[in-house]
């Protein structure tokens, strides 16, 4: 297998102090993969790893749901990976890298780019976790067999997933018809249900969803998910998506049920006037880490 081509360091992820950035004590990494040849709207996923990068130094060290600063366990950054080719031949180059992170024992983050970037990742886990659960949270199914010839397009992640792994949807409301008959509606949390959830409900859906969950498990976040009034930077924007507080429940609870071993955050397309979209995307991901470390140590 070809070695992955990469760039230069980017900037590590929330600018913390240089004695946290050991990688023989870090606990966890950021590799962002700055992909996007397979979107089929509009472009600019490829921008997001350092677009998120960048407003991950805004974002305050100290997390006070957790009441701790994961920065302080150790989050090292990764040089990109960059690729030119086709997702199918991608998707080798991120397993091996967020293979070897699994391996030393770091929780990985893999920063897309479009949402193909997710397939070696979800392999790698799978490789290493018997019995996975990959538990996806978007707007789209992404369960296509095949796209525009390839097998490893982003409209096909969940179908590569659920050849590994066992899958959990939750914020769908966008897919084709020819998807449709093969989802298991058992374990698809449609957005409109959730939408139509009181805030006391909410709790409730939160836990179905961890109850689906086996010990282990792999979350993959397009960002699409969200509704466009929160995070309008995304090559697919969808209406009647997520919040913040959807999102981020599921994860505390998750984190704190299960042991999450790895994540994604794709599909931040960045726009001139939206940095919130980034900004939010990078509190998420630092949400994530914080959630997943600390119940590592509880």
Partial sequence: MTAPRRALAPPPFLDPP??????????????????????????GADAGPAAILDASAQVEWFDHKTRTEPHARGIITLPMIEHAGSPDELAPKVEAIVGGELDAGRLPCVLGGEHSVSIGA??????????????????????????????????????RAREVART?????????????PALDNATVFWADDIRRCTREERQSWHHAVVALCTEQVYLTIDLDAFDPSIIPATGTPEPGGLDWDDVDGLVTLLARSATIVGFDVVELAPQPGQHASAFTAAKLVHRVFAEALHARET
């Fill in 168 to 180: 959990v949807q939750v914020g769908i409301r966008s897919l084709d018809a020819s998807e449709f």
């Fill in 122 to 159: 979800i392999r790698a886990a799978a490789a290493r976790y018997p019995g996975l659960t990959v538990l996806q949270i978007d707007a789209h199914a992404d369960t296509r067999e095949t796209y525009e010839g390839s097998a490893c397009n982003h409209a096909c992640v969940m179908a």
């Fill in 18 to 43: 240089r004695e946290t950035l050991d990688p023989a004590r870090a606990r966890a990494s950021v590799i962002p993969v700055p992909y996007d040849a397979t979107s089929t709207w509009v472009k």
